[in-house]
């Protein structure tokens, strides 16, 4: 199962369509208020607490409205401070908060914000349903000055607060039992707050953060994410993610032609390849893996351990002859072919590997390799007129991207669906840019771009990584953890993929599958370590304990 994620417009077309189809919008209200209302029960018990839903004067606000409802039939004290003059006579969803004799508070007649300054000192949860995905200019006049007032007011109180725990991101956990489930504080000191589809001051777009942008610690959006939940500086702002289902039918064009999809826990436990009780080492594919230099001897033996970790069954380390001692006494599980070249791998080891490549089920070229340009010349030469068979699929990351750079019209030597592995400094060398352009660029965009002309898999890393297909496909991995800026973590993550493919999983299916499971394992092993301390070997180890979970 994947979770489509949508632009603006996108979003807007999705509901027209269902409206359409029969679906109204009053019932999609509906369903998205009492989904927010449940979000917020699950986590809190809302009986006697003190709410207040900002209501704004476009379908956001309806949708808090219909929170605050069912909020308040839950037990919660709830009041309604109206932005702007909403008219009972035309709003069904304000007539029936009025019938319920709840609190309905008007902007245009607090002066000075005195009541809003008094709420948000007894307020438990705030529900932010000013603006939604309609915030995309800069936030000015009498709405800025309002929401100056939120910001003093949560900030004054959680000033004063003890740090609470933060929430565990939903789409980034393999599904937990109910008695699992992070549980918030059962009582907060400073307010909570909750956003409908995206935090005011969030452009669901673009990503960028007005200044007066209220960050949520919970964002509730409907039918899927929007894009700006993955783009910064906004998707700090978003706190726990929670996408909800408003019935919206998957099947309509406007929803199934988004080709835009975030990878979960389902998706990767669905991806996974089988395990037979019968199987042998042989049934679970040998990667091959041409890396390392005189200069670079640990990144070898990081992708292998990714690899075996991914349940590749046998994995060759081809790596210049001085390296082989060290490495084999330390990483005894693999094998290692006879290579003469001593400090860097050259010509003779690419004909060496081009000789037996009917022997491995996936080749990994790159990591460590150093300044191994005759290597690579010699291997791409190979592969593209193989004499040994069909010519396994290659992954090319690290020092493999960047020999890459310099070659001319490179693209057109390398094998159908090779998948490329950059992080933006390489990227920028691949498309020739400096790294504050590519930095700058949609990074959803870029990597589509360069998928379709270049047509292999780009995976584009970073946080929320992007694989896009050349035939358009694009997921994004829903992990942004600073637990992975290590040294060797893209090594162990070019050895995951590769040891997917070995195991017959097809290029672009295993670029999502091994980036899920590396960013799912940096996730399990940040709830151990914290956002730091982590060696990139122990995060090779934590894909075996992803593979349980998600099993």
């Not at 929670?242 to 826990?265: K, R």
């Not at 070229?365 to 069909?390: I, Y």
Request: aromatic letters at 6%; glycine letters at 10%.
């Amino acid at each position: 199962m994947t979770i489509k994620v949508f632009s603006v417009a996108e979003m807007v077309a999705a509901e027209k369509a269902a409206d359409a189809a029969g679906h109204s919008y009053a019932q999609m209200m509906e369903t998205a208020g009492q989904r927010v209302a449940e979000a917020i029960q699950a986590r809190h018990d809302v009986a006697d607490r003190q709410v207040l839903v900002l209501v704004g004067p476009g379908n956001n606000g309806g949708d808090g409205l219909v929170a605050g409802r069912y909020l308040a039939e839950a037990g919660a004290v709830v009041a309604f401070y109206l932005f702007k003059p909403r008219d009972a006579a035309q709003d069904d969803n304000l007539a029936r908060v009025e019938e319920m004799e709840l609190d309905v508070l008007l902007a245009d007649h607090d002066h000075r914000f005195r009541v809003l300054r008094h709420r948000l000192r007894i307020t438990d949860i705030i529900v932010d349903g000013l603006l939604g995905t309609g915030g995309s200019r800069p936030i000015e006049g009498p709405l800025a000055a309002f929401m100056e007032q939120i910001k003093a007011g949560i900030a004054e109180r959680r000033a004063a607060a003890a740090p609470g725990r933060s929430p565990l991101l939903s789409l980034t956990a393999p599904p937990a039992a109910a008695e699992e489930r992070p549980v918030w504080d059962e009582r907060p000191v400073a307010p909570v707050v909750v956003a409908i589809d995206c935090p005011s001051g969030l452009n669901c777009d673009t990503g960028a953060l007005d200044p007066l942008a209220v960050p949520a610690d919970l964002t509730v959006t409907f039918a899927g994410p929007k894009r700006g939940h993955f783009l910064f500086p906004g998707a700090t702002a978003c706190g726990e993610l929670v996408v909800a289902d408003i019935a919206i039918d998957p099947q309509l064009p406007a929803v199934a032609g988004v080709t835009l999809e975030v990878a979960t826990a389902d998706l990767a436990r669905d991806l996974l390849p089988r395990r037979p009780p019968d199987g042998h080492k042989g049934t679970f594919g040998t990667a091959l893996i041409a890396a390392g230099s005189i200069r670079y001897w640990g990144a070898p033996a990081l992708a292998a351990r990714g690899a075996f970790r991914a349940g590749a069954g046998l994995v060759t380390l081809a790596v210049p002859q001085r390296l082989r001692p060290a490495l084999a006494g330390q990483f005894p599980e693999a094998t290692y072919p006879a290579i003469t070249d001593t400090d860097t791998l050259g010509v003779s080891t690419a004909n060496l590997l081009l000789s037996s490549l009917k022997s491995y089920g996936a080749l990994l070229v790159g990591p460590g390799l150093g300044e191994a340009g005759s290597f690579m010349n010699a291997l791409l030469d190979g592969l593209r007129a193989p004499t040994d068979g069909p010519a396994p699929p290659l992954l090319v990351d690290a020092d493999g991207l960047n020999l890459l750079a310099e070659m001319p019209e490179w693209p057109e030597r390398l094998p159908p669906q090779t998948i490329l592995t950059p992080h933006p400094g390489e990227m920028a060398r691949l498309v020739g840019r400096s790294l504050a352009a590519v930095r700058d660029e949609n990074r959803v965009a870029l990597a589509r771009s360069c998928a379709a002309e270049w047509g292999h898999v780009v995976l584009l890393k970073g946080a929320y990584t992007v694989i896009a297909a050349p035939d358009g496909r694009t997921t994004l991995l829903p992990f942004a953890n600073p637990i992975l800026a290590v040294a060797g973590s893209g090594d162990v993550l070019s050895g995951i993929i590769v040891g997917l493919l070995a195991q017959g999983v097809e290029p672009y299916t295993a670029a999502v599958l091994g980036g899920y499971l590396h960013g799912a394992a940096g996730q399990l092993a940040a709830d151990f370590w914290g956002d730091a301390g982590l060696l990139a070997g122990e995060l090779a180890d934590w894909v075996s304990h992803v593979r349980r979970a998600l099993r």
